[in-house]
T-cell receptor, first 114, second 111 residues
């Protein structure tokens, strides 16, 4: 079973629309971290946010916001007023105590049309 | 500040040829180091990670190997490439349980 599920393979929106990328995770640990990364066409993964399991406060950074809900094991990412430069593949990831490396979801490709 | 360098950026190699991809990190000591592979249109697969010099853990048995000859150097190798080794290879570093920072990647095409 996948530990990090990003059910949306590809999303296409028109510029200025809001878009939410879903992430559902699975872990038995009570202490863990969740992450979001952006992979633009150049290929390099860009770190966006880290959230620990004890902090369920929503976070906002400019047009980006994250909604962490432990009750549903979800860590969703919303882009408000999307722009063409937001076009990329977005990955959600999980860090658990028993593993040194992050476990990534399969990614969601976001296309923002002008 | 910390930086990570990975080279080459692109590589075309014939089947059966050897491979050596190099990754170095600057501005930090004793980092955790990782090699990931991303097949076209797919997610990230962890290949190897290292918590120290000479310490390599393999996640998936395959045609590749990794070495860490120095604290901030991580090398991905193969003696004989297969067509299935084609993909986008990413090196990354992190401190324990913290976010990983990635290099720019190497796009490998085996022909």
């Amino acid at each position: 079973a996948q530990k990090v599920t990003q059910a949306q393979t590809e999303i296409s929106v028109v510029e200025k629309e809001d878009v939410t990328l879903d992430c559902v995770y699975e872990t038995r640990d009570t202490t863990y971290y969740l992450f979001w990364y952006k992979q633009p066409p150049s290929g390099e993964l860009v770190f966006l946010i880290r959230r620990n399991s004890f902090d369920e406060q929503n976070e906002i950074s400019g047009r980006y916001s994250w909604n962490f809900q432990k009750s549903t094991s979800s860590f969703n990412f919303t882009i408000t007023a999307s722009q063409v430069v937001d076009s990329a593949v977005y990955f959600c990831a999980l860090s658990e105590p028993g593993r040194r490396a992050l476990t990534f979801g399969s990614g969601t490709r976001l296309q923002v049309q002008p | 500040s910390q930086t990570i360098h990975q080279w080459p950026a692109t590589l075309v190699q014939p089947v059966g040829s050897p491979l050596s991809l190099e990754c170095t990190v600057e501005g930090t000591s004793n980092p955790n180091l990782y090699w990931y592979r991303q097949a076209a249109g797919r997610g990230l697969q962890l290949l190897f990670y290292s918590v120290g010099i000479g310490q390599i853990s393999s996640e998936v048995p395959q045609n590749l190997s990794a070495s860490r000859p120095q604290d901030r150097q991580f090398i991905l190798s193969s003696k004989k490439l297969l067509l299935s080794d084609s993909g986008f290879y990413l090196c990354a570093w992190s401190r324990d349980r913290e976010e990983a920072f990635f290099g720019q990647g190497t796009r490998l095409t085996v022909v």
